[in-house]
């Protein structure tokens, strides 16, 4: 069993940035998919970014694409998201998940493991 724990979150203005790190425990991370998703209220969980095991290979969302890069460091067991140029519809709770498919998803429902999630809020 993987557990996850999300932190780096907060308030911040609009342009600003942060940088949200995921802690992976119990067992190692090197063989999943890594990815965060984000909730807003009211809205569905959607897909922000996700990393291949080996890291090499990326993908992101539209709305984030450029102003957010996912990176792993599996000797560490963590995956951070370095988000800049935010936006108050950046606005939401993040989760780290962890994948056991071999290629990259999108699909919430093809994540396994999820931390509780971090608070991001940017403000105008």
């Known amino acids: 069993q993987v557990q996850l724990v999300e932190s780096g979150g907060g308030l911040v203005q609009a342009g600003g940035s942060l940088r949200l790190s995921c802690a992976a425990s119990g067992r190692t991370i090197s063989n999943y998919v890594m990815g965060w998703f984000r909730q807003a209220p009211g809205k569905e969980r959607e897909f922000v970014a996700a990393?291949?095991?080996?890291?090499?290979?990326?993908a992101y969302a539209d709305a984030v694409k450029g102003r957010f890069t996912i990176v792993r460091d599996n000797a560490k067991n963590t995956v951070d998201l370095h988000m800049n140029s935010l936006k108050p519809e950046d606005t939401a709770v993040y989760y780290c998940a962890a994948s056991i498919h071999a290629v990259l998803r999108r699909s919430p429902n093809d994540y396994v493991h999820w931390g509780q999630g971090t608070q991001v809020t940017v403000s105008s």
């Open positions: 990393i291949h095991w080996r890291g090499a290979s990326t």
